[in-house]
């Protein structure tokens, strides 16, 4: 199967939002300070790392499919969903919910491509599956960091 100019412009918009995810995960993790540092370093890596592995198996899907992945650092910045991410240090607080907003943005790309990428190669759309679980769970993990408990009734389940 060769891609079409859809599929194709489709998956780009994947792969550079992953790769920015990446880059943006990496940038806070050298630059994130304050309580639960430690937690909030390491789970970034894990993040980062899982951001890399998906955008290389979008992009060697792209392969299999006869066209060409763009992830050149001017192409990546200049066709990213994801805001910039700062040079500063930054609080464990604000990194989480920067960190979580990035990668619910990167599941919305996903989504938003879904249905035309099914359309025209459901094996590609289950890559973008696995895509999106990877980045819906990792926001669940990273974004509990900011969460606090509400109130639950343990008979009632409410």
Known sequence: MKATKQLSDNLQAVLVDLIELHL?????????????????????????DSARELSDEIAERMRALHTLPDGRSETVSATTTLPRFSADQVGTTEVVTL????LDAAAATCRRVHDEVDDEDPTTADILHKVIETLEKFSWMIGAENLTPQNHDATTGL
Not at 25 to 48: C, P, S, Y
Not at 99 to 102: F, K, L
């Open 99 to 102: 960190i979580t907003a990035r």
């Open 24 to 48: 943006q995960g990496k940038q806070a993790h050298w630059n994130v300070v304050g309580t639960n540092f430690r937690d909030t370093h390491l789970i970034l890596d894990e993040m980062v």
